[in-house]
């Protein structure tokens, strides 16, 4: 059973490294930036209006710019492409609401209130790029077709 494991593992090996001798294997990092404008309007087990907060009155969440990192591994053929991206999003800050409000079984009373809004975003993406349409079209068209999943 080893023995087994073990040839897999090689020949697995021996394809990774000729693939990427012959140019068949890629890598690409990128970092951007991500302008975050949180607006609109939330509650949780909200009884009446009082109970919606707004995103930019009640809680005085601000726009921020925030960056976010991309790695993409292209693989052989036969293996499909790996793609991974993070983009964080944390928001903080004390809002102030002129009534009470509740927020699921939680009541506040009128005045101020902190609040934190973690929306971490990770990317995993496994993907195959079209046979042979990249040099049909000279380098200029290249498709990946596959599936995302964020976390």
């Not at 209006?49 to 809680?59: C, F, G, K, N, R």
């Not at 990192?69 to 293996?79: H, W």
């Not at 209130?113 to 993907?127: P, Q």
């Not at 079209?137 to 976390?151: A, C, H, Q, S």
Request: charged share 20%; hydrophobic share 45%; with cysteine.
């Amino acid at each position: 059973m080893k023995r087994n494991h073990l040839l897999a593992m090689t020949i697995g090996l021996v394809f990774l490294a000729g693939a990427s001798t012959a140019g068949a294997f890629g890598l690409e990092f990128a970092i951007g930036g991500w302008a975050q404008s949180p607006s609109g309007t939330l509650g949780y087990k909200a009884l009446s209006a009082d109970d919606i907060l707004d995103v930019e009155q009640d809680l005085k969440y601000d726009d921020e710019d925030r960056v976010s990192a991309r790695l993409s591994i292209d693989m052989p053929l036969f293996l499909p492409n790996i793609y991974l991206m993070a983009t964080p999003m944390d928001l903080t800050a004390t809002g102030e609401k002129t009534d009470g409000f509740k927020f699921g079984d939680v009541t506040f009373n009128p005045g101020p209130f902190y609040s934190e809004t973690v929306l971490d975003n990770l990317d995993i993406g496994l993907c195959y790029g079209l046979p042979l349409l990249q040099t049909a079209t000279f380098d200029t068209l290249n498709i990946d077709v596959g599936v995302n999943v964020r976390i």
